[in-house]
């Protein structure tokens, strides 16, 4: 019989909340004071996440000391708990986030009280300079937003990125240019290869002005969305497609926008005819093993069953319903080989 054990009393979070029913209250003081517990709440919450963390690896190097190293008991434990594996291991490494931030000297331990949790989560994982400059200032008492992090990062990665040529990185830091514009330009030039890169960065140097900032930052978006969804569209798999220089050309065109989206609207189609397949298998398997159970002591079974063969043959019929005028879809699906499979002629 396991020992019952005492459990030290909990701490109560009490808050003072505005009446909601005071008339003496005008509404930007109502919803500050809201605004002001919702936060004594979120940083609540964040020290408990991190002493949840704690918990669960502790429990995870119990085991492995063990030597058994296969996981059971850890997982075990989060079932009887309700705990997700990769929320698990979500707030294990928000705990050695701030282990690491307080281990390091950066952060005091007191001073974690003075972030939010999405500010603390912002910091974790920003650069070590940015740390250091969020961690002194929670060290003087100041409070931390994620806003505030945010913004100092779009600060940080403006002045110092490799990938901005210097013109910008100097109009940058003359305040000619905003942060919150150059950073999503970093990390959009971040995704594409050093050629692309290349081009992108002489178009910035001949103007290095906010709008063409702008511009090129969607230019460089639209081409990795269609870079992206390119490589997983199984139809460019088929004869010799360079889909670079069909980026290329697009792109002189001004078209690459359109290109995108015709290349996601392709990803998503595939993907949308390979779950159609995966569910007409299966419905014409259920269907042939109903068939057989039933009998002429099951008309109304048998009935359904047929109707359900405008489903399950090779010739679909679907209804597109009132919207549509009453239209219906009517697909064949044919399974081949790969040998025979050839692309449909263009109209």
């Known amino acids: 019989m396991v020992p019952s054990m005492a459990l030290p009393e909990a701490p109560q979070l009490r808050l003072d909340l505005p009446d909601p029913e005071s008339d ?61 594996k990769t929320r698990a291991y979500t707030l294990i490494q928000l705990a050695e986030s701030a282990d690491g931030l307080v281990g390091e000297g950066l952060l005091e331990e007191a001073s974690v009280n003075n972030f939010s949790k999405r500010a603390f989560l912002e910091t974790a994982q920003a650069d070590p300079e940015v740390q250091l400059m969020i961690s002194e200032a929670a ?8 806003k505030q992090v945010r913004r100092l990062t779009d600060e940080f990665t403006a002045a110092t990125s490799p990938l901005l040529p210097e013109e910008i990185r100097q109009r940058t830091a003359d305040n000619l240019l905003p942060p919150r514009a ?6 959009e030039l971040a995704k594409l290869p050093e050629d ?4 992108l960065r002489r178009v910035l140097r001949d103007e290095p002005e906010l709008e063409r900032v702008k511009d090129v930052t969607l230019t460089a978006r639209w081409l990795s969305k269609a870079a992206e969804a390119g490589l997983a569209v199984r139809a460019f798999q088929q004869g010799n497609l360079d889909l670079e220089k069909a980026l290329q050309e697009a792109q002189r065109l001004d078209a690459l ?16 005819v390979l779950k159609l397949h995966t569910s007409w298998r299966r419905l014409g398997g259920l269907q042939e093993r109903l068939w057989v159970e039933s009998g002429s002591s099951t008309p109304h079974l048998r009935e359904l069953l047929t109707v359900l063969q405008s489903l399950s043959g090779t010739t679909m019929r679907v209804s597109l319903g009132e919207l549509a005028g009453g239209k219906r879809v009517r697909l064949q699906l044919v399974e081949e080989s790969p040998d025979q499979l050839e692309p449909p002629p263009l109209q």
């Not at 919803?31 to 704690?54: K, M, N, P, S």
């Not at 060290?139 to 994620?146: A, D, M, P, S, Y």
């Open 182 to 187: 150059v950073a999503p330009l970093v990390r």
């Open 139 to 146: 060290n003087e008492g100041q409070q931390i937003t994620r």
């Open 196 to 199: 692309q890169q290349d081009d």
């Open 257 to 272: 926008g359109l290109l995108a989206d015709a290349v996601g609207q392709a990803q998503a189609l595939e993907s949308a």
């Open 24 to 84: 003496t209250l005008s509404t930007m003081e109502f919803l500050a004071r809201l605004e002001e517990a919702w936060a004594v709440c979120d940083r609540f919450d964040l020290q408990t996440e991190i002493w949840r963390g704690r918990i669960l690896r502790s429990v995870r190097d119990r085991e492995r000391r063990g030597g058994e190293g296969r996981g059971t008991g850890f997982l075990q434990w989060l079932r009887e708990r309700e705990i997700s």
